[in-house]
């Protein structure tokens, strides 16, 4: 039997499995961290923190397993978006902290790129628009706000480069975290822009010239990583792609129409296709499989599960002690009472735009809300609208984004933190209209990127991939008397956003 490894690097946690080929976990381990947030809106790692997690992980899925290391084939990392990459020196060592896809500080630059860029031109190129949310104004930041770290600049690697360098000795860029960058890439031709980067004042060779897709080898584990890790040395190492992405592919999405809601720390809702137009207000990106003719094009929530975890940690202690002194989940016990709550938590909204918002509204100065409130709204009331805020959210993506698709299929796969919870999988079908699929399996990105190893290095081929390693089982369907209900609060809540914008603007610079 033979084997291969998937990494995931997550925004709080890495996950590796080690996997045969029949897609059989035969080991997994996970280790967490957090984000710094130095500043409001910063929010930044340091890429030790991923390859310490790395390392563990994958060390104690060999150990775990037993396996004879000649028999794992390949390995392959899945990351999260690593927004500006990292700043590296001519040693490939890390000058600055890597500034992620959270993180929104970058609003001068946007402001710059709108006024000095050719935005119509931009949007024809790179098939993406302007935000911070893009690591290309987070690049400009960088170069305007830390000139000392920019002048020892040789490469920006996304976190999977990074790893895969460190792994192998070889740098290389996959398309997907490529395109991920927004503003730099061609996404027509799969190849860095020589005009959008002179026109932006990026110096091309800051960009890594090797660009690969997702599938294809960086170059063999490193004789010493070997020993560290368990592995054999020369093992190839994958290029690997951005986590929602790969997260999309274990899913079972590899043709066009096929689309996957990710909700975990954020939201991605995206689908297959093969163009784009970026005033559809979503993202695009080479997709990890198939990638020379297929986009993943999607668009999300900032904050959907840290939603919840925010308040939770803010306004949910009670529920937490009990959950201590009960054995029982807080989730399990908030759920429970948010059951009770009627759909539309009795005319109570939530925005949750709680470190500005993505798509469609690409507002880095909105912020979250309560709307409706009154002396009857208890915390439970508040807690469900916080899930129906977010599942508002993921509608609104799919209705900006069904402009850009031919069609899209007839159910919605979710994955990610949020498919634990039968009430959440039950709003989300009542608010979008889709019956609503999850992944038996918990593992998502990570089983995406061993399922692309294995097909890499021949182990599975192209109907086993179109078949997938993974389970899917019916979750939830609309409920008639709670769609209409959802129908008429969600088009309050796009009214909602409009009308609270500028009082959103004018407190942020109070």
Request: glycine fraction near 10%.
């Amino acid at each position: 039997m033979n084997y291969v490894i998937g990494v995931d690097i997550g925004t709080q946690s890495t996950k590796a499995l080690l996997v045969d080929s029949t897609g059989k976990i035969i080991a997994q381990h996970s280790q967490g961290y957090r984000v710094d947030t130095p500043k409001l809106r910063w929010a930044e790692q340091w890429p030790q923190v991923w390859l310490d997690a790395v390392e563990r992980c994958v060390a104690q899925c060999v150990q775990t397993a037993g396996v004879p290391k000649e028999q794992i084939k390949a390995l392959c990392i899945s990351s999260l978006y690593g927004g500006s990459g990292i700043a590296v020196d001519a040693d490939i060592q890390p000058l600055h902290p890597c500034l992620i896809w959270m993180d929104r500080r970058a609003e001068e630059q946007v402001d710059w790129v709108r006024q000095h860029v050719d935005l119509d031109r931009l949007y024809e190129i790179t098939g993406n628009s302007v935000d911070s949310y893009y690591g290309f104004t987070k690049i400009l930041w960088l170069k305007q706000q830390q000139p000392e770290a920019w002048g020892k600049t040789r490469y920006l690697l996304p976190p999977n480069s990074y790893i895969n360098y460190c792994l192998t000795g070889e740098i290389a860029v996959d398309h997907s975290s490529a395109g991920n960058i927004g503003g730099v890439y061609d996404v027509a031709k799969r190849r860095w822009s020589e005009e959008m980067l002179t026109a932006l004042g990026i110096p091309l060779t800051l960009m890594p010239q090797r660009l690969l897709y997702s599938g294809e080898a960086v170059g063999g584990l490193l004789d010493d990583w070997a020993q560290r890790l368990g592995l054999a040395p020369g093992m190839p190492i994958l290029a690997g792609g951005v986590d929602a992405a790969m997260a999309t592919f274990a899913a079972g999405v590899t043709q066009p129409g096929n689309h996957v809601a990710m909700i975990g720390t954020s939201m991605c809702w995206g689908y297959l296709n093969q163009q784009v137009d970026a005033r559809h207000g979503l993202v695009s990106m080479p997709h990890v499989y198939n990638g020379q003719k297929d986009l993943y094009i999607f668009g999300g929530a900032i904050t959907a599960g840290a939603s919840i975890s925010w308040f939770r940690e803010q306004f949910c202690q009670a529920e937490e002690l009990q959950a201590r002194e009960s054995g029982e989940d807080s989730h399990v016990l908030l759920e429970r009472l948010a059951q009770k709550i009627p759909a539309g938590s009795e005319g109570l909204l939530f925005l949750p735009y709680l470190m500005g918002e993505r798509s469609p509204i690409w507002d880095a100065k909105a912020s979250g809300s309560f709307v409706g409130l009154t002396l009857y709204h208890s915390r439970i009331h508040l807690y469900r609208a916080v899930l129906e805020g977010v599942s508002f959210a993921l509608r609104h993506n799919i209705e900006a984004g069904a402009r850009g698709a031919h069609s899209l299929d007839p159910r919605l796969i979710v994955v990610g933190g949020a498919s634990h919870s039968d009430l959440w999988m039950q709003i989300i079908a009542d608010i979008t209209h889709y019956p609503v699929y999850t992944i038996v399996q918990d593992v998502e990105a990570a089983i995406g990127a061993a399922l692309l190893a294995a097909h890499s290095v021949g182990l599975v081929d192209d109907r086993q991939v179109d078949e997938g390693w993974i389970e899917l089982r019916l979750r939830a369907e609309p409920k008639a008397e709670n769609v209409a209900r959802y129908d008429a609060t969600f088009a309050e809540y796009l009214n909602l956003y409009p009308a609270l914008k500028p009082i959103m603007h004018r407190l942020q610079q109070a």
